[in-house]
């Protein structure tokens, strides 16, 4: 079994940004695990309908 490993799980989830509004979007977490737990997030990403990548830091979660 190994001891560390990096996993990439992609979910939707709804986002806030201020010139689209609200937008349910595919976000991709890649985490690192160890022993099969959870212990951090190494970096969260969305697609736009374009296939451009952009950082989640531009949009915010709604409420």
Do not use: A
């Amino acid at each position: 079994m190994k001891l560390l490993k990096i996993k990439r799980e992609t979910k939707y989830e709804k986002r806030y940004s201020v010139k689209m509004g609200e937008l349910t979007t595919q976000v991709t977490y890649i985490k690192r695990y160890i022993l099969g737990l959870p212990i951090r997030t190494l970096h969260k990403y969305r697609e736009t309908y374009y296939g451009k990548v952009k950082d989640c830091k531009d949009c915010n979660i709604s409420i």
